[in-house]
């Protein structure tokens, strides 16, 4: 019997999460020895494509939990049948590695789990994304990294 897609949904911060995952966004706009500087047009086409960037995220992460978890009868990490089918996004960076001409994007989704009392923080994926200023391309860069939270 084939099982249907499991929908994943980005919803609101939640209220008992901690300060260093509350959705914080940074923009490396000042050349560091790690990356270069984002131009200030490129950070105002960033800014006015979030929401496409965001949609993009919620693709993956949605991918990834149907295709990178066990199934649900499977005992393993990460399992499908712990999953609630929310997640937050728990941070946001963006910046250029040196020499590179377009932008990467990485958005820290963090999937809730069902533990035996309580629902909490069970999934983490940085999701890598690619934007590329000459043509407004936006893809996916990598590979999704993954982690128990």
Partial sequence: MALGRFRMIRIPVPDWVPPYARGEVTFEIAATKYYDAITPAEHAALLARHADILALADQIVEEYANSMCAP??????PAQARLTGEFYVGS???HRLPGELWVQVCVEARCLGRRTDKISDYLGLD????????????????NTDSKVI
């Fill in 72 to 77: 649900s009868d499977e005992d393993w990490f």
């Fill in 92 to 94: 946001e960076s963006y």
């Fill in 127 to 142: 999701v890598w994304l690619r934007y590329d200023p000459e043509g407004g391309q936006l893809s996916n860069h990598r």
